[in-house]
């Protein structure tokens, strides 16, 4: 099989670094789709996405559909008569879009499928506790995240790991797998199998509620939901100080303790020296960098400078 001609559709970060590999590899990209600039910010500047912004710069065209069915795109699609479609932290496509192109319509995902199908594989696996994940080509079809496996590849996640740090080492070895994707498609020798019964785990997407902390778990598990959403969009808690001040605080690391917290409530505070201890349900939990509502993220030694903490929200 010859040259083949790819559309490719995405949004963060995460997806340009496979745009970047596709075009150094030289690979035929007709056109980037991604979502629509908005408008964000107090200045309510116009936001472009990651991928528009390095596709502007590589003189690609691009596609920013409100909606994926508007007979237009689609027509739009249909006239740069691609072989395959790429997608990669994109938004759910219509069938109308991913059964287009002759050689189908493949995703990346963060993910050793079907364990974490959803928006945020990344962030869950590391909130779970995991010790390992991956990323995974794959066909679409109805179901999302459920399509013929193409390639995988693990990755450990150490316990030092948080999410920020599996992102990246995910975004730079998926770029490699896209690349070899393609390349197999484009020899005709590509092979894909059914994902396997019996393994799905769920990765919903993050809302602000979900990253609150709830004291009243063993102090692990906190540690786990800490590092899983650092640094973005990071766990947080309400924070009572001395002088009943009360503020939002994120928390981005953490430090598991063997010390038992007797007596003490979960969300209770310890300070000793320089250094911040909570009581959860099974032993206290270091806090080891926060950022208090309108100030900067720092460490817990500089926080305990301006603020004496008292306690933590115990619980939802």
């Given at each position: 099989?010859?040259?083949?001609r ?42 472009q ?13 691009v ?42 319509t ?57 999410a ?86 994120k928390i ?65």
């Amino acid at each position: 099989m010859g040259k083949i001609r790819t559309v490719f559709f995405g949004t963060p970060e995460f997806a340009v670094a496979s745009l970047r590999r596709l075009l150094d590899d030289g690979v035929d990209v007709a056109a980037v789709v991604t979502m629509p600039d908005k408008v964000a910010g107090r200045g309510h500047k116009m936001i472009q996405s990651d991928v528009k912004k390095f596709a502007v710069e590589r003189d690609l065209p691009v596609l920013q559909p409100e909606k994926l069915k508007d007979p237009c795109f689609i027509e739009t699609l249909r006239e740069l008569n691609a072989d395959l479609f790429i997608v990669i932290a994109f938004r759910m496509l219509p069938e109308a879009v991913w059964a287009m192109p002759p050689l189908g319509t493949f995703n990346l995902h963060a993910s050793l499928l079907p364990k974490y199908r959803g928006a945020a594989p990344i962030n869950r696996a590391v909130m779970n506790g995991e010790t390992e994940t991956g990323v995974t080509t794959f066909f679409l079809k109805h179901e999302i995240d459920t399509g013929e496996i193409i390639a995988q590849e693990k990755i450990d996640i150490r316990p030092e790991d948080n999410a920020g740090d599996v992102h990246d080492r995910l975004m730079d070895l998926g770029a490699e797998m896209v690349a070899a994707t393609v390349r197999d498609i484009e020899a005709g020798t590509v092979k894909s199998f059914p994902q396997p019964e019996g393994e799905f785990v769920a990765a919903p997407k993050i809302y602000k509620e979900t990253c609150r902390i709830d004291w009243s778990r063993p102090a692990i598990e906190i540690h786990n939901h800490i590092r899983g959403l650092a640094p973005y969009p990071a766990a947080w808690s309400t924070l009572q100080a001395e002088g009943d001040k009360t503020m939002e605080v994120k928390i981005f690391t953490s430090a598991p303790c063997k010390t038992a917290c007797t007596g003490r409530h979960p969300g209770e505070c310890r300070v000793d020296g320089k250094r911040l201890y909570v009581a959860t349900a099974d032993g206290e939990l270091e806090i080891l960098e926060l950022q208090p509502s309108g100030k900067k993220r720092m460490p817990a030694s500089a926080f305990l400078l301006g603020y004496h903490p008292v306690k933590f929200t115990e619980s939802f």
